[in-house]
């Protein structure tokens, strides 16, 4: 819709004004005419274009009405101020005439540009650059939080109000003020961009000192939006010129914060000494910011990171000979960082946020806080590497707020609505608990606000540890929907057991050569642990349920593997034997806890059993000692590991929401 602007004229007297291109100026010719006025015409230069409303063809002079009013427009910028002209004779009849109006014009071409189609390329004056839509045939501006850290001070560059490298640039999005005009604006005329003190918490805004020249330092940006800055007057360069501005996200989505933002350009007209100028013109652009981005188990990994501790020698091991089979990196965060806190996956979470003129990792740093919760912060966040956390401030703080319970799906379709990056996962408190342990609020809002991998609540309290990653990994595989669902299941480890009790190996030893050491009758005689494993299975179930509703699966693309379970004093429930299904998935190479399981001709029966289920999907196993080291510490491999995975092929703003 084009934007109109009212302009008073005075019969009997010279005004001047501002007009800008591509838009109307309206004029009501009936009250600015002289007492008497019955007839009037117009008069106008060649590059002024008008109409009169009511539309008549009828030649000049024309009856003047209530209502009447003159429209016009020019299509070009002046050259000089003042150089065009329209004039509006009144007549009190045909012969008689009473006054005259006129306007002198000067035309300026402004328009305020970002990426709206997301192409890379600013275009001029595109339509759609002051609203947001998502989708393939979407448009709207996108902004990345500069969450990573370019600077010397070791914190994230969007808690300062400078641009601390040249480098930093490329976390920003390019804003461009385009103008045309004359030489100088018309005395007192002033072009100011501006935001709403909401925004301002949201974003940040820089210019070049120098436009049109070389920069040579980075001292040549300034900040000229955010925070305590909500307006900026523009120098106006004349002639036709560009001026630059990078713009920085400085929050992310968030409860309260949709994660919409406006900047707008307004030209500000001078009325008379003493008062303040007004706004004649408004042009706005909308940024989104970009979603935090989770990496499901099926996306390629690119480096993968354990702690170092003095009793861990084993795991390490086997996750070197794996790391370095499989040909990925393996960062190693030693004691003097991890101060003992070997739970690699509870601290941190690995993730990206993209834009179309960049990407780059960012880290979720969890609230649990543990010994480990310098390393995110202090060796992760860099440049073009990313952080965000979330403090409660009025929750306690649970190990459910611990990231081995925060997981993500690879991309499913439920009931043709398409999830093209995965869903989240969260373990939770059962619906019906009063007194459960759930993830803080602060952390499921943020999760919600990203809004491009819609979260489902698992119900996991009934573990001690209380962990997603306790029952559930996904794996990838090469038919059906791309991966397979791997669910701890008690039932399909009792039927292991049974199976080896029935052929005769009732006496093989589980853990053998252990002070744990028990036989396959022993475990199968025991009716409490029966009992334990009866209800544990009855919530495996229950999320089982849950996983094929939300995911749209179907029982084929599940695979029940054999673990059971124990129960603690308040009866939540441990992994009785590593549990294998908290492993780590590199590519189609898995790094399983080594179960210790009875062996049957020299051959461990569960690992045996665990291979059996998943190398028809081309997947490879080894089996990695955490026994000491994790096990016992109630944790496994996926537990003590993380990775970083290479971000979806699938670009965000074109989900259908």
């Known amino acids: 819709m084009v934007q109109q602007r009212t302009e008073r004229l005075e019969a009997g007297r010279t005004s001047r004004a501002v007009y800008v291109v591509g838009t109307e100026m309206v004029v009501d010719l009936h009250r600015s005419a002289p007492p008497g006025s019955k007839l009037f015409e117009i008069q106008c230069t060649p590059a002024v274009k008008y109409r009169i409303t009511p539309s008549t063809k009828d030649p000049f002079p024309l009856p003047l009405k209530a209502g009447t009013s003159l429209i016009f427009t020019m299509d070009k910028a002046s050259k000089d101020v003042n150089d065009n002209k329209v004039s509006v004779t009144y007549f009190g009849n045909k012969s008689e005439k009473l006054d005259k109006a006129i306007l002198h014009l000067t035309a300026l071409d402004i328009s305020l540009d970002v990426d709206a189609d997301r192409d890379g390329v600013i275009e001029k004056n595109n339509p759609n650059k002051g609203s947001w839509k998502w989708g393939p045939d979407g448009h709207g501006a996108i902004l990345l939080v500069n969450c990573d850290a370019e600077n010397y001070y070791k914190v994230p560059d969007s808690e300062l109000d400078k641009i601390s490298k040249r480098a930093d640039l490329k976390d920003m999005s390019r804003m461009l003020l385009r103008t045309s005009g004359p030489a100088e604006l018309p005395k007192g005329y002033k072009l100011t961009l501006h935001i709403s003190k909401s925004t301002a918490e949201n974003i940040g805004v820089f210019q070049e000192r120098t436009a049109g020249i070389k920069i040579s330092s980075i001292s040549d940006y300034s900040p000229v939006l955010g925070r305590d800055k909500l307006c900026h007057i523009v120098e106006y360069k004349g002639g036709t010129s560009e001026v630059e501005f990078y713009v920085e996200g400085r929050r992310f989505p968030d409860e309260g914060f949709k994660g919409l933002v406006t900047i707008n350009l307004s030209l500000l007209e001078p009325i008379s000494k003493g008062f303040p100028e007004v706004p004649i013109f408004t042009d706005t652009v909308m940024f989104r910011v970009a979603p935090w981005i989770m990496t499901p188990n099926t996306l390629n990994p690119v480096e993968v990171f354990v702690c170092s501790t003095q009793d861990n020698f084993q795991f390490l091991k086997g996750m070197r000979s794996l790391t370095a089979r499989t040909g990925y990196k393996l960062n190693t965060c030693f ?34 806080d543990g010994d480990l919760k310098d390393f995110p912060y202090k060796e992760l966040m860099g440049p073009d590497f990313g952080y965000v956390t979330r403090v409660s401030l009025t929750e306690n703080v649970s190990s459910l707020d611990s990231f081995g319970n925060l997981e993500v799906s690879p991309p499913v379709t439920v009931n043709g609505r398409e999830y093209p990056l995965g869903r989240i996962l969260i373990g939770c408190a059962f619906p019906t608990a009063t007194k459960g342990r759930n993830m803080t609020k602060v952390v499921q809002d943020f ?65 053998e050569g ?144």
């Open 335 to 368: 004691q003097y960082m991890n101060r003992g806190d070997r739970w690699m996956q509870d601290e941190l979470e690995f993730g990206y946020i993209q834009a179309p003129h960049h990407c780059f990792p960012v880290v979720f740093d969890s609230p649990r």
């Open 514 to 657: 252990m002070k744990e050491e028990i036989s396959v009758d022993d475990i199968l005689s025991n009716p409490q642990l029966q009992e334990a494993n009866d209800f544990v299975q009855s919530c495996i179930d229950w999320n089982r349920d849950v996983l094929k509703r939300e995911l749209g699966l179907e029982d084929a693309d599940i695979i029940d593997l054999p673990i059971l379970f124990n129960l603690m004093k308040d009866m939540r429930a441990v992994a009785y034997y590593p549990d294998m299904v908290n492993m780590i998935v590199l590519g189609k190479n898995l790094g399983i806890p080594k179960p210790y399981g009875p062996k049957v001709g020299g051959r461990c029966a569960l690992e045996a059993e665990m291979c059996s289920l998943v190398e028809g999907l081309g997947l490879s196993c080894t089996f990695i000692d955490d026994f000491a080291s994790y096990h016992k510490l109630l944790g496994e491999v996926h537990c003590g590991s993380n990775v970083r995975r290479e971000p979806f092929a699938y670009k965000w703003w074109n989900m259908k929401l």
């Open 447 to 511: 999760l919600w606000a990203q809004k491009v991998q819609e979260p489902i609540a698992l119900f996991s309290d009934w573990l001690f540890v209380g962990h997603v990653d306790e029952f559930m990994s996904f794996v990838p595989a090469p038919d059906r929907k791309g991966f397979r669902l791997l669910l701890a299941s008690p039932d399909a480890g009792y039927k292991v057991f049974r199976r080896l009790q029935k052929d005769g190996h009732g006496k093989a030893k589980m853990f």
